[in-house]
């Protein structure tokens, strides 16, 4: 869609909320470019990482506001210091979850937080193409096939240019994180302004506790039924290509991978509660970006083979059925997802509630 020199090419939702590809035939001129830059069609280059480290943010606001360690905001920081662009996923007004640029610290907050699920990254490619163009520093976060589709596109290699990528679990769908706020709006019968996978309320872990705000200012944490994340976590929600994903593996696309650096206690002897990054440079450019953008924290190397098992996780099972999962989405609606799904009986929802008051207990005991 970026590189249709005829604007032939739309993204479209499919069905179930996914962003497809639909080619307008009576525009397109058979060039056949769109099939040579695709990163669907070409199978991935990819390096081995070099280094992994641990990177924890010196500044608690910024630990607060981030998913894991804070890597992003160090890394964007250093890339605004040298009048550059960061290039990342944000929520807009309308909850809709799309790659934006970003000039200033107060537009790169908005993309602070993980958003699981599949942004929309429209024609960001073009923008990042034109900022290094101009000879703009440009640092660009996404998925792996976010990346690498970014890479494609570009068909040449920038020094003006850093690549972040994630370990990432897999995506669900925009329409389906619509239909989940939708629903939270109506169970708690007011209007979301802002909605949060991943509050560190209470801490880095218990991981999945989401939060909502609404526009009366009123928000809700720890919500009763854990639906979305429970289908995100059932890998049902998933879209089909994350099921198969050929980046799921330790060889990288990017120039740095960051990612949440869970067993960090086991590995590296430290008790991180406000949460840790882990980081895996993936060339010479990554690992001296890092070098300057981490003395905005502590960096710390990690023997590589120890966090191997992280960075290529096995394929994800599916647990339940995909294709109905689908279709009772498609014919009921998420109210319907939410009751054949992510029901509980009521011995479950008091373990849930009892393990969950403990856990937030410790948290908070500890600080
Ligand atoms: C869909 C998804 C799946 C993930 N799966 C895993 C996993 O299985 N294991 C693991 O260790 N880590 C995973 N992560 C990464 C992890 O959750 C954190 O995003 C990462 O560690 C960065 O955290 P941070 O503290 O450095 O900064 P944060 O401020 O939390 O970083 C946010 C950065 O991620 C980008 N981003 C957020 N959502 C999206 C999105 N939907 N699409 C593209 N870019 C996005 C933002 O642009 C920003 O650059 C996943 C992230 C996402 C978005």
Redesign the pocket.
């Known amino acids: 869609m970026n590189a249709c020199p005829r604007d032939a090419i739309a993204a479209t939702l499919d069905e179930d909320g996914f962003l497809l590809p639909v080619v307008d035939e009576k525009r397109c001129v058979d060039c056949g470019l769109c099939e040579r830059v695709c990163a669907a069609t070409q199978p991935p280059e990819l390096a081995a990482p070099s280094a992994a480290n641990l990177?924890v943010?010196n500044d608690r606001d910024v630990?607060r506001?981030?998913?894991?360690?804070?890597?992003?905001?160090?890394?964007?920081d250093c890339a605004l210091a040298q009048n550059g662009a960061?290039v990342?996923?944000?929520m807009d007004e309308k909850l809709a979850?799309r790659?934006a640029v970003a000039e200033s610290t107060g537009q790169r907050d908005r993309?602070?937080?993980?958003?699981?699920?599949?942004?929309d990254p429209n024609f960001v490619y073009r923008d990042v193409k034109a900022l290094l163009e101009k000879g703009r520093f440009v640092l660009f976060?996404?998925?792996p096939c976010?990346v690498y589709g970014l890479k494609r596109f570009l068909n040449r290699k920038y020094d003006n240019l850093i690549l972040?990528d994630?370990?990432?679990?897999?995506?669900p769908s925009a329409s389906l994180l619509r239909a989940h706020i939708a629903w939270l709006e109506k169970l708690y019968r007011r209007q979301a302004k802002s909605y949060s996978f991943?509050s560190k309320k209470f801490g880095w872990r218990p991981a999945a506790i989401e939060e909502i705000v609404f526009q009366d200012g009123s928000r809700k944490s720890a919500l009763p039924v854990q639906a979305y994340n429970k289908f995100f976590h059932n890998n049902v929600s998933l879209r089909a290509s994350c099921l198969t994903c050929p980046f799921r593996r330790a060889e990288r696309c990017s120039d740095l991978t960051?990612?949440?650096?869970?067993g960090v206690a086991k590995i590296c002897g430290e008790k991180l509660r406000r949460?840790a990054?882990?980081v895996l440079v993936n060339s010479p450019e990554g690992e001296s970006f890092l070098k300057r953008a981490s003395q905005a924290g502590r960096l710390k190397n990690v023997p590589i083979e120890k966090i191997l098992y992280?960075v290529a996780?096995p394929k994800p099972r599916v647990k339940g059925d995909r294709d109905a999962f689908w279709k009772l989405y498609r014919e009921q609606g998420y109210p319907a997802l939410v009751a054949n799904y992510a029901k509980r009986s009521k011995k479950e929802r008091i373990l849930y509630y009892w393990k969950r008051l403990v856990k937030i207990m410790i948290a908070k005991l500890l600080g």
């Not at 994630?166 to 995506?171: A, D, M, S, T």
């Open positions: 990177f943010h630990l506001n981030s998913t894991s360690g804070g890597a992003f905001t160090a890394l964007s960061v990342g996923a944000m979850i790659h993309m602070r937080g993980s958003l699981y699920v599949q942004s976060v996404g998925t976010q972040v994630f370990l990432c679990h897999g995506v991943r960051v990612g949440d650096f869970w949460g990054s882990l992280r996780p």
